[in-house]
């Protein structure tokens, strides 16, 4: 059965930062991309960034690109999300999610619907 259960998130002021972890079980590391989403309210869930089962590649939205690093530590089955120089529109409940490797990294993070798995997400509030 997979799980994924994420932590880190918080409120933190403008140009901060953050580190959401994503803890997983369940899964066969060889068949799965694993990713984070985000959905603010009255918005629609997007992709935030997506990391590649079979080499470690990488996608980010436009609006995270040069501040969000997402990586793997698969000794400690946890996913990682750095957020630097948080904005205001960066607030939303951030959700670890995982698809079979079958599709493409891209084809995950721009499509929201696409994803197997989900954790119950995180809430990261960027205020002053």
């Known amino acids: 059965q997979v799980q994924l259960v994420e932590s880190g998130g918080g409120l933190v002021t403008p140009g901060g930062s953050l580190r959401l972890s994503c803890e997983f079980s369940?899964?066969?590391?060889?068949?799965?991309?694993f990713g984070w989403f985000r959905q603010a309210p009255g918005k629609e869930r997007e992709g935030v960034s997506c990391?590649?089962?079979?080499?470690?590649?990488?996608y980010y939205s436009d609006s995270v690109k040069g501040r969000f690093t997402i990586s793997r530590d698969n000794a400690a089955n946890t996913v990682f999300l750095d957020m630097n120089n948080l904005k205001p529109d960066d607030t939303a409940v951030y959700y670890c999610?995982?698809?079979?490797?079958?599709?493409?990294?891209?084809?995950?993070?721009?499509?929201?619907?696409?994803?197997?798995?989900w954790g119950q997400g995180t809430q990261v509030t960027v205020s002053s």
């Open positions: 990391i590649s089962v079979s080499d470690g590649s990488t």
């Open positions: 999610a995982v698809e079979g490797y079958l599709h493409t990294i891209t084809r995950m993070c721009t499509n929201p619907k696409s994803p197997d798995y």
């Open positions: 369940g899964v066969l590391l060889d068949y799965y991309h």
